[in-house]
Nanobody
Framework: QVQLVDSGGGLVQAGGSLRVSCTAS????????MGWFRQAPGKEREFVAA????????SYADSVKGRFTISRDNAKNTVYLQMNSLKPEDTAVYYC?????????????????WGQGTQVTVSS
């Protein structure tokens, strides 16, 4: 089992940047594929990005490709989401998630563990 704590959210103007982090405790962090999801009010939770266990493979939603970067530091048990060129439509609660497996995956139900979420608000 692994526990995930999300942090780093906040308020930023459109065009700005923000980095959110997720720190894990419990079982060895490096055995998990990690993902970031987000959920805006009245909308379903949607995939943002995922990274393989070693960090050698990443995947992104089309809406964030070229603007967001996912990375991980297994020595620090932490996964990051660097968000650049933020838009008001990026406003949401951002959640990190962990799944047992080898490949990245965009389906929320394939992830076993979730952080508590961190609010990101982008003003226009």
């Amino acid at each position: 089992q692994v526990q995930l704590v999300d942090s780093g959210g906040g308020l930023v103007q459109a065009g700005g940047s923000l980095r959110v982090s997720c720190t894990a405790s419990g079982r060895t962090f490096s055995v998990y594929v990690m993902g970031w999801f987000r959920q805006a009010p009245g909308k379903e939770r949607e995939f943002v990005a995922a990274i393989s266990r070693t960090g050698s493979s990443t995947s992104y939603a089309d809406s964030v490709k070229g603007r967001f970067t996912i990375s991980r530091d297994n020595a620090k048990n932490t996964v990051y989401l660097q968000m650049n060129s933020l838009k008001p439509e990026d406003t949401a609660v951002y959640y990190c998630a962990a799944r047992s497996g080898v490949t990245t995956n965009s389906v929320p139900n394939s992830y076993n563990y979730w952080g508590q979420g961190t609010q990101v608000t982008v003003s226009s």
